[in-house]
């Protein structure tokens, strides 16, 4: 019972276990690095699921107002996604990330950070596609 468990807990996070050893899934002896590293990718993974859902939710609420309220059409809508696509000069599925400049400094500030690295000040501009959200 106990091995079956372990191989199904070990499963989720990228390994099984067998005869008290962790494998991977291609069958090699995971040592506890290589572990602390596969459980550290699935949180992360798992992070990123979870921010994509969000945003994803976002979305379809803005475009179901959007759509509810006005006269748009679902062609406007795939007409401004491929035209802010473009934007960077590349059709490729992707937006081009705006550059925020801190409201103190006036210096380029990560978007992964909530404070300018360089003065410390807090971000002072949130919208729904932060990070924070």
Sequence with gaps: MTDLLG??????SGGYMHGGRVTSPAGEVMTSLD???????????????QRIDKL???CMAMWSLLR??????????LARVREIDLQDGREDGKAARQVAKCPQCNRTMSPR?????????????????????
């Excluded at 572990?35 to 699921?49: F, L, M, Y």
């Excluded at 509810?68 to 809508?77: A, F």
Aim: with cysteine; hydrophobic share 40%; charged share 30%.
């Design 68 to 77: 509810e309220q006005t006269d748009l059409t679902e062609e406007d809508l």
């Design 113 to 133: 950070h909530e404070r300018c690295m360089w003065c410390g000040a807090e971000k002072l501009t949130y919208t729904a596609f932060d990070a924070t959200l």
């Design 7 to 12: 191989g199904f807990l070990g499963g989720l």
């Design 56 to 58: 994803a939710l976002v």
């Design 35 to 49: 572990k602390q590293k596969a459980d550290r990718a699935a949180r992360q993974a798992a992070s990123v699921e």
